[in-house]
Nanobody, 119 residues
């Protein structure tokens, strides 16, 4: 099993910044992706950003491109989401998830961390 523990959420004013962290422990995989998702009340969960652990290649949703940056620290088994120029519409519960290449599914999820952006 894999355990994912997130931290770094909170309340921030519009235009501010937050950095989310997600640390993985437990079972390891040779090839996988890490993703950050978010879910706002009444909306579906959406993929915000993804990083390929081995190569470091990234993907961003159009809604956050240019404002959010996903990165990883291999030594700490931690993935980060730096969120700048936050908007009220970024308010959501943010989840990190691990997608092993062997399954192609996001099989492991963190507990979620609340991000609230006030106007």
């Amino acid at each position: 099993q894999v355990q994912l523990v997130e931290s770094g959420g909170g309340l921030v004013q519009a235009g501010g910044s937050l950095r989310l962290s997600c640390t993985a422990s437990g079972r390891t995989f040779s090839s996988y992706n890490m993703g950050w998702f978010r879910q706002a009340p009444g909306k579906e969960r959406e993929l915000v950003a993804r990083i390929t652990w081995r190569s470091g290649s990234t993907y961003y949703a159009d809604s956050v491109k240019g404002r959010f940056t996903i990165s990883r620290d291999n030594a700490k088994s931690t993935v980060y989401l730096q969120m700048n120029s936050l908007k009220p519409e970024d308010t959501a519960v943010y989840y990190c998830a691990l997608q092993p290449d062997i399954t192609g599914r996001y099989d492991y999820w963190g507990q979620g961390t609340q991000v609230t952006v006030s106007s």
